[in-house]
Every structure is written in C-alpha cells, then in structure tokens.
C-alpha cells in the first residue's frame, strides 16, 4: 500500500526499484503473491491487478507507468479496500511520509487487522508528526512493525526482511538476522517488534 501523493515524487523512482528487489529477494523464501494498492490525486485510489499475483513483472511493469499527483492521503480508505481482497491478505507493507486524515478510522482498521492476524509493516518516509502517529499507531493495533527508513534502516533491507516473514514465517526472518551490515539491522527491528524469540547463534 503505497501513497503516491505528490509529496513522494522526490521518492518514486528508488520505490520502483525496492518494489524489484523485495520480489528477486523473497523467492528464495517461496513463493510471494502481491497486489498493489496506491492512491494519488483528489479521489483516486487503485488496485493492481484485479486478483494476486506471483509474477512479479507484472507488479513491477505497472508500478514503472505510476506517476504521483496532488492530492490527501487516503490510509484508512486503501487498508479498507484491501481488507476486500479475497482471500485476505497474510500482511500488508504500508509505505508513506505523512498522513492528513483523523487518526480514528486509522486505529479502527488496525484493530480489525489484528483481530484478523494481519500485521502492517508501516514505513515512514521523512519526520511527519502525524504521519508518524498514524503509522505507529497502525502498527501497534494490528500486530506489526513500524519503522522510519534511513540511513540505518533503509527501506530496501526493511522491505526485504518483511518478505522473508511473509513468505517463510518467522524461521526466513530470523535467518536474515545473521546476514551483513544494513539487512541485519532491518531483520532484528521487525523481529524485536514481531516478539520473535532472538535468533540462535
């Protein structure tokens, strides 16, 4: 679930190529379905494609032709019309920099996804206030990971290591916990927030 609001455009392109690597990286873990949900501009939000799909070059030659417009954030509205998806999905990444809508029907679809054992991996881009209570809080209700992306937490490697759980369960995470420098970090911070027992040496 990605905002491609105007304020993200600086960010569109390096998405696009995460969007790549977090597929090539997560076969190794099985076999991952995606769908793609964005909103952008005054009303517009969609989802791509109709159904799941695990071949990647479609989710990735559909993310290339997206280009971001005005318009207000649209969180609660995307998270509800993922929830329709069918069959539900097993978690939901929610990439954004800031968050214009009341914080309330935010929290009321992440306590429906935790009731549901789905948990968002929520990444902030940037220091918004309210974007970043939106977030944690989403995170919090439904049992996931919040995290600001940087230099230590690139999205990159936190995208990576929520494929791993996705797609092989808290066995592929803690894996990625013994790997090199940035990825390593990423792995340990969704574990910690997961209460994943600490990988075995």
């Known amino acids: 679930m990605i905002d491609a609001t105007l304020s993200r455009s600086h960010a569109w392109l390096e998405a696009t190529k995460i969007q790549r690597r977090m597929v090539e990286e997560t076969r190794r873990f099985g076999r991952l379905s995606l769908r793609l949900a964005y909103f952008r501009g005054q009303s517009a939000l969609e989802l791509y494609p109709d159904g799941w799909t695990d071949d990647p070059g479609i989710?990735?030659?559909h993310m290339d032709t997206i280009r971001c417009a005005s318009g207000h954030t649209q969180i609660a509205r995307a998270l509800g019309a993922?929830?329709?998806?069918?069959?539900?999905p097993n978690a939901i990444v929610a990439i954004g920099d800031c968050c214009e809508e009341k914080l309330a029907p935010i929290r009321e679809a992440g306590r429906?996804?935790?009731?549901?054992?789905?948990?968002v991996f929520a990444f902030l881009?940037?220091?918004?206030?309210?974007?970043?209570?939106?977030y944690r809080a989403l995170a919090a209700d439904s049992g996931g990971v919040f995290a600001r992306?940087?230099?230590?937490?690139?999205?990159?490697s936190l995208i990576v290591a929520v494929g791993a759980y996705t797609a092989g369960g808290a066995a592929a995470l803690l894996m990625l916990c013994r790997a090199p420098?940035?990825?390593?970090?990423?792995?340990?911070?969704?574990a910690r927030q997961l209460k994943l027992p600490p990988p075995q040496a």
């Open 149 to 156: 992306f940087g230099d230590k937490l690139n999205l990159g």
């Open 125 to 134: 881009d940037g220091h918004d206030r309210a974007g970043e209570e939106a």
């Open 181 to 190: 420098d940035a990825q390593r970090e990423a792995a340990l911070e969704c």
């Open 59 to 61: 989710i990735t030659a």
């Open 112 to 119: 429906a996804l935790g009731g549901s054992r789905i948990p």
């Open 82 to 88: 993922v929830l329709l998806s069918d069959p539900p």
